[in-house]
Every structure is written in structure tokens, then in C-alpha cells.
């Protein structure tokens, strides 16, 4: 509470990582309960390959996609640690 | 050498590797036995949490599962996946940063109080037995089928196994364990779905040979599975039977129970810095990843296979279905364990294998002069018995042997591992006798992580009738109850002590309440379950499996609301969310 200027920083980090979860979890849904489950049926309509697209999301993609986006979000977390400084070591 | 003889050698080896680590990463500090020292690097915590997470029901019966079930089956391949999302994003690098050694331990901290804690550590308890009683019979299952000994005795071999390295190792030992482990598993399941791939599509990669052509037909496999399945009265393949709603529910009662599941936390406490929790978690589902992508691909290849074996010309000619006398070597071996069962019901001495339960297909299939389906075929062969199928060499079947007892082993020994530390540390240390000694807790540690080997030795040896039910129950409840009171505690600092205890309880209560009432658990001898366990009764049409949802949001309505009537928390505990939002330490006074 003393050092107002270092609480200021660190609220912009939390904002900041809040943003990015936001984010980050905008996309888990949309590929998961959107693409595989909610509007499963309208992307049956289009075909990839062999898959018939909705049905790919529920058993492959989304699992894809789950892996890329704990990498990314670790890749953006630590640029935004080291930017506010709150990085270890 | 002989099957036996090679799958005796296989196992023993493995077995051999699994003490052999133990004895060399044995743990000397409660440190070491509660969480490896905060040591383990981030890979290789991904590795143990791969191992850890996949179970004997993962290995063995996923694959057969989806087959059976279709689209149906994606609700397990996100919901076991998705929930390492959260994971990542909301719990494991704040609980890293808390850097204490048990999920109770933060909830009893966060919220000053020593009954959240309990609380806490009495949902931890349950979740778990309800786990380990699992893997125990998928111990004695796997050993009984493969080295033919008798399931009792495969369940104290497994047992006298777990016991000396969780025993002597603690989280150390078990961690590096599963890191050997999660190769003997992931190594057993893939090689055998690259050769049925192989086979059937001529691709090598079972995550596109998913979606290739079915090898000489010009087809793709999927269309092919769904004209397969539909001519024979089965539900179309490539879609659902379950409500939006429910496969939606469901779906997100296992994510959300995944993340909130304290065998899975707990190996986030054990790496050495927050941004390696961070990393640990997208490891984790990587190695998770190349299971759980290559299953609905088994399961897709298994099930054309097993059709095909059956149905060798077109629906309804006489000669359209297999010879009983000239069935496949492997479904007789299958045959004498009573998981594959043939009955000719229509005298004609072939097999039928159709879905007898659609009313919109029997009339198609008395004029075929059928009589009824012909062959019973428990879903765990799809993965058992895929080497067998494909007729690939001994050593893979031995090979797959030896994954299964690792799969249900490493499980086990992560689960017993957090109820002895719940034991030790949250209730022994933290309410009993606080002024225990370093070594005292050490020795409790180990005494309540044998005392809960046997309990799940027992559990698994005569699995009272409501084992396989209370999975739903034990995703549900850490859905419905830790999940919302840890998220909380990180993320909105006026949640206090009576709105987390209250928004538990209420989660815990509608959540048991609602599975009790349609499925019955613990009150049989009282007439559970009360109401028939069908859709038009269920509240919202979400069925018992998908209701933690529910629960998990009342706990999030009651925990706030509560929390915004009472006092907010003391400023030392506000200070404690501040501290662990940073990955950094800051000195007090600068917060």
C-alpha cells in the first residue's frame, strides 16, 4: 500500500492476464461446445477430407486446439511477466 | 517363447524398472513425499500427470466405449481433455505460487478455517476411494486376463507393487515411476492402432487414417462405418442419440471435474516456478493428446473391423454372415474368457450381429429369419484383443499387458498418494497434533498411504455394486464443490470464509442429492433411487452424469452472494491473493 506506483503496475498485470485468459478461453468454447456440440449439426455439413467437420471438432480438433492454446497462453504469460517485471528471476 | 512366458517376462521387467526407480528416488523429507521437493522439470511432470490421468479405464476401455457409442463418445475425449484448459489458465500456476503441499491446505488457508478444510479434505477422501476402488479391479482384471493368474491374487501382486514404491517413494517416487510408466503405455497403445491403421486404411497415422479412405473400397471409413451401422439397425456412427443440453452438461461437468479433481492439481505443486506449472499443463495434455486422439480412431477401425469379421456379404443373404465354424482364432481365445459370447438363436450356424433393441429394424430382420443378436462382445476387447485382430507378434500383445498394469497402477498410486497426504498433513498436522515433528509426519504419511492401500485393495477385491456409478459422482462433486471454492479464492478476493463453506456445502448436497435420487448410491437400503433415471424426468433434461454443472453453479451463486453479506476477508489473507496472482515474491509492505 505504500509504493502506489508498483500496486498500479500490478493491477495492470492482473487486467492484463485476465484479458488474456478472457481471450484464451473465448476460443476453448467456441471449439469445443461450439464447433463439437451447439452447432455440431450445421458443420456436419462440410467435409474435410474423410470428416465430416463437426463431428472432426468433437474427436480430434478440439483436443488440438486445447494443446495450442495452454502453449500460447504459457508463451504470452511469460512476455507479459517479464514486461511488468513480475518474473522470476 | 510362448505368450505367457513372454508376457510373464514383459510385465516382470517393467515391474523390475518401476522399484528399481523407487529405490533410487526414495524420499528422505516430507518435502520429497508430499511433493517430489518442487524438483521435477516440466516435462517430466507432464509425463507423470499423462500417466497419472490415464487409468485402466482410459487405456482399456475408451477405445471400445466410443465405438460403442459414436459421436456420442466425444463428451469423454473433450471432457477428459478441455479440463487442462482450465487447468493451465485459472488454477495450477496461482496454487504453484501458494506453494504449500495439499489442495485442502489452500482451501483452509484462503478461507482461515479449519472447517473449510475439512470439508475440503472430506470431498478429497471420497473422490478418490470412489477412483482407486477402479484402478484396483482394473489391476486384478488386467492380470487375471493376461498372466492367468487369479483376480485376487493379481490384486495383491499390484497391490505388494503400488505399496513399495508409493510407500517408500512418496510423490518422488511416484512421479519418476509414472514418467516410465507413461512410456510403457503410450508406447503399448499407439503401436498396435499404427498397424490397424495400416491394415485398414493403408495409412500409418491413426489420427488420419480416421479420416482416409477405407483400403480398395474408394470409401471414406467414416461413411463407411455409418452406411455399416445404420444397415444393420445401429444408430448412425458419425451422430448423436443424447440432447444438446445433456452432451453440453456433461461435457462441461467433466471438464470442469478434471480441474478440480486433487490427484491431478497436486502435480502441479511439485515443479520448481510458476511459469513451469504454466507449461507443465500444455506438456501434460500433449502426452495426453496422442491417446486420447488415436482412441476414436481404434475405436472406428475396431468397430468396421469386428463388423466386417461378422457380416461377410450383403445384409440379409443367407450366406452374408460368418460360419460359426470358421470364426477367427481370436475370437475363440476371446470366447473362453466369457467377453465375447455367441448364441445361435436361429439354429442357422451363423452369427447375426445387428441391433436388436431398434423396433424400427425388426421387422427387417424376421424376414431375414433372424431371431435375435447372436453375438455378445464386451467393449474392452476393442483395445485387448486389437493385436490379436490384426494379428500382430507376441511381444505386443505382451507389450500391451504390460501398459494396461501401468495405466491402472500409475492411477492408483497418484490417488493414494493425495489421500495419504490429506491424512497426514491436512488432518494429522493441521488439526489433530500441529506440533508433529518433520519425522513423525513423515511416518504418518507412509502409514496412511499403506493404511489406504489396503482400503483400496479391499475395494477393488469386492467392488460393493455402486463402484462403476459413482464415477459420474466423483467428477461431479469436484465440479460442484473444490473446483468453484479454489477458482474463488484466486479470482475474487471478497470471497470469505462463510460464503466458500456455504457454497461448497450447497454444491456438495445438490449435487449427491440429485445423483442419490436417480441413481442411488448410498441409500439403497432407504429405496434409492427414488425417481426412474430417464430424460423426460430429469430437471433442465440434464441426465445424473452432466448435474455438477448445476451444482457447481449454485456453489459459484451461493459463495458470492453469502460473501457479499458478510465480512470480507482479513487483510492478511488479502494480501495471500495478491501474493499468489504474481509469480514473483513481493515483500509485504510493497502490496
Known amino acids: ?89 | 517363447m510362448s505368450l505367457q512366458a513372454l508376457t510373464y517376462l514383459v510385465v516382470g521387467a517393467s515391474f523390475a524398472l518401476y522399484i528399481g526407480i523407487a529405490i533410487w528416488s526414495r524420499a528422505r523429507t516430507t518435502g520429497d513425499f508430499y511433493v517430489a521437493g518442487k524438483h521435477v522439470s516440466p516435462i517430466a511432470n507432464g509425463m507423470a500427470t499423462a500417466a497419472d490421468w490415464m487409468s485402466a479405464a482410459s487405456f482399456i476401455s475408451m477405445a471400445g466405449l466410443i465405438a460403442h457409442l459414436g459421436y456420442d463418445g466425444s463428451v469423454y475425449l473433450m471432457g477428459w481433455t478441455g479440463g487442462y484448459v482450465l487447468l493451465a489458465l485459472l488454477l495450477a500456476p496461482y496454487l504453484r505460487k501458494f506453494g504449500r503441499f495439499t489442495v485442502p491446505e489452500f482451501i483452509g488457508d484462503r478461507y482461515y478455517s479449519r472447517a473449510a478444510r475439512i470439508v475440503a479434505v472430506i470431498c478429497l477422501i471420497v473422490i478418490s476411494f470412489t477412483y482407486v476402488a477402479g484402478q484396483m479391479r482394473g489391476v486384478g482384471i488386467v492380470f487375471s486376463k493376461f498372466l492367468e493368474v487369479d483376480v485376487t491374487l493379481g490384486l495383491i501382486i499390484g497391490m505388494g507393487v503400488v505399496f513399495t514404491y508409493a510407500v517408500l517413494g512418496g510423490m518422488k517416487g511416484i512421479t519418476y515411476t509414472q514418467v516410465a510408466q507413461y512410456c510403457v503405455l503410450i508406447f503399448a497403445y499407439t503401436v498396435p492402432a499404427i498397424f490397424i491403421a495400416i491394415q485398414v486404411t493403408g495409412n500409418p497415422v491413426p489420427q488420419i487414417a480416421f479420416g482416409a479412405d477405407v483400403a480398395g473400397s474408394g470409401m471414406a471409413l467414416l461413411d463407411k462405418l455409418d452406411d455399416v451401422v445404420t444397415s444393420l439397425g445401429f444408430n448412425q456412427y458419425t451422430a448423436g442419440t443424447k440432447s444438446t443440453i445433456d452432451v453440453f452438461c456433461i461435457t462441461m461437468a467433466l471438464m470442469v471435474g478434471t480441474a478440480g479433481l486433487p490427484h491431478v492439481i497436486v502435480r502441479f505443486f511439485t515443479v520448481p516456478r510458476v511459469r513451469d506449472a504454466r507449461i507443465s499443463a500444455g506438456y501434460a495434455l500433449l502426452f495426453i493428446a496422442i491417446l486420447y486422439t488415436t482412441a476414436p480412431a481404434v475405436g472406428a477401425m475396431a468397430r468396421l473391423n469386428l463388423i466386417e469379421t461378422v457380416q461377410t456379404g450383403p445384409v440379409g443373404a443367407v450366406d452374408g454372415n460368418l460360419e460359426y465354424a470358421e470364426r477367427p482364432d481370436w475370437m475363440r481365445t476371446w470366447q473362453a474368457t466369457g467377453l465375447l459370447a455367441f448364441e445361435d438363436l436361429n439354429g442357422d450356424g451363423r452369427i447375426q450381429y445387428y441391433n436388436e433393441a431398434n423396433p424400427a429394424f425388426a421387422d427387417e430382420a424376421k424376414a431375414y429369419g433372424w431371431q435375435g443378436n447372436e453375438l455378445v462382445v464386451d467393449r474392452d476387447i476393442m483395445v485387448l484383443a486389437n493385436p490379436e485382430i490384426a494379428g500382430l507378434p507376441n511381444w505386443v500383445i505382451a507389450l500391451v499387458a504390460a501398459g494396461g498394469i501401468a495405466a491402472a497402477l500409475s492411477t492408483a498410486a497418484g490417488l493414494l498418494l493425495v489421500i495419504s497426504a490429506a491424512v497426514s498433513h491436512d488432518l494429522i498436522k493441521g488439526v489433530i497434533h500441529p506440533g508433529i515433528s518433520e519425522r513423525g509426519e513423515l511416518l504418518a504419511g507412509r502409514v496412511a498411504a499403506a493404511f489406504a492401500i489396503l482400503v483400496a485393495g479391499y475395494l477393488g477385491f469386492d467392488p460393493p455394486g455402486w463402484v462403476a456409478q459413482v464415477v459420474a459422482f466423483a467428477f461431479g462433486l469436484a465440479a460442484a464443490s473444490l473446483f468453484p471454492a479454489i477458482l474463488l479464492g484466486i479470482f475474487f478476493k471478497r470471497a470469505n470464509r462463510e460464503g466458500a463453506i456455504a457454497g461448497m456445502l450447497t454444491g456438495l448436497v445438490f449435487t449427491y442429492g440429485y445423483i442419490e435420487y436417480y441413481k442411488g448410491l448410498f441409500l439403497k437400503w432407504a429405496g434409492a433411487p427414488w425417481g426412474e433415471n430417464v430424460a423426460s424426468n430429469w430437471l433442465f433434461g440434464i441426465s445424473p452424469e452432466g448435474i455438477g454443472v448445476v451444482g457447481m453453479c449454485l456453489n459459484f451463486a451461493v459463495a458470492i452472494a453469502v460473501s457479499a453479506m458478510t465480512a470480507a476477508p482479513p487483510r492478511s489473507v488479502q494480501s495471500l491473493v495478491e501474493q499468489i496472482r504474481l509469480p514473483r515474491t513481493f515483500d509485504e509492505g510493497r502490496l
Open chain 1, 1 to 89: 500500500m505504500q509504493d502506489s506506483s508498483i500496486t498500479t503496475a500490478h493491477r495492470a498485470y492482473w487486467r492484463a492476464n485476465l484479458r488474456l485468459v478472457a481471450a484464451c478461453l473465448v476460443v476453448w468454447f467456441a471449439c469445443s461446445y461450439g464447433c463439437g456440440v451447439l452447432f455440431v449439426d450445421e458443420l456436419n455439413a462440410i467435409r474435410i477430407g474423410g470428416f465430416r467437420l463437426g463431428f472432426w471438432f468433437a474427436q480430434q480438433g478440439s483436443i488440438y486446439v486445447f494443446v495450442a492454446l495452454i502453449f500460447f497462453y504459457a508463451w504470452r504469460m511469460n512476455r507479459l511477466d517479464r514486461r511488468f517485471d513480475v518474473d522470476e528471476e
